[in-house]
């Protein structure tokens, strides 16, 4: 059974960093491209960051990048979002997910095959 399982959220104030986790079990962790997606309050889910499955490549929404950074550790299953300079806009449940395609990773949701339940990002102004 496939999981994905996200971490590090909270509450911060504009300005700060939180680094974001998601640890992945029951799949061949190395071959999925990586996405970070995140919903804030009635809107819709939309890309954050993407790696893909080797980590050669990325790509970031125009919002966050010079803010956000994406990486993994194939070694220990598991993606990482650093996220720097954290803005109220910011706020939103962060949700990883999974891409087994090969190439670039992808910016739309639809493709990814797993997902996380996401975690709470609040920053206060």
């Known amino acids: 059974q496939v999981q994905l399982v996200e971490s590090g959220g909270g509450l911060v104030q504009a300005g700060d960093s939180l680094r974001l986790s998601c640890a992945a079990s029951?799949?061949?962790?190395?071959?999925?491209?990586m996405g970070w997606f995140r919903q804030a309050p009635r809107k819709e889910r939309e890309f954050v960051a993407a790696?893909?499955?080797?980590?050669?490549?990325?790509r970031y929404a125009d919002s966050v990048k010079d803010r956000f950074t994406i990486s993994r550790d194939n070694a220990k299953n598991t993606v990482y979002l650093q996220m720097n300079s954290l803005k109220p806009d910011d706020t939103a449940v962060y949700y990883c997910?999974?891409?087994?395609?090969?190439?670039?990773?992808?910016?739309?949701?639809?493709?990814?095959?797993?997902w996380g339940r996401g975690t709470q990002v609040l920053v206060s102004s």
């Open positions: 997910a999974a891409d087994l395609r090969i190439g670039l990773p992808s910016l739309s949701p639809h493709v990814y095959n797993y």
């Open positions: 029951g799949l061949t962790f190395r071959n999925y491209a």
């Open positions: 790696i893909s499955a080797s980590a050669e490549s990325t």
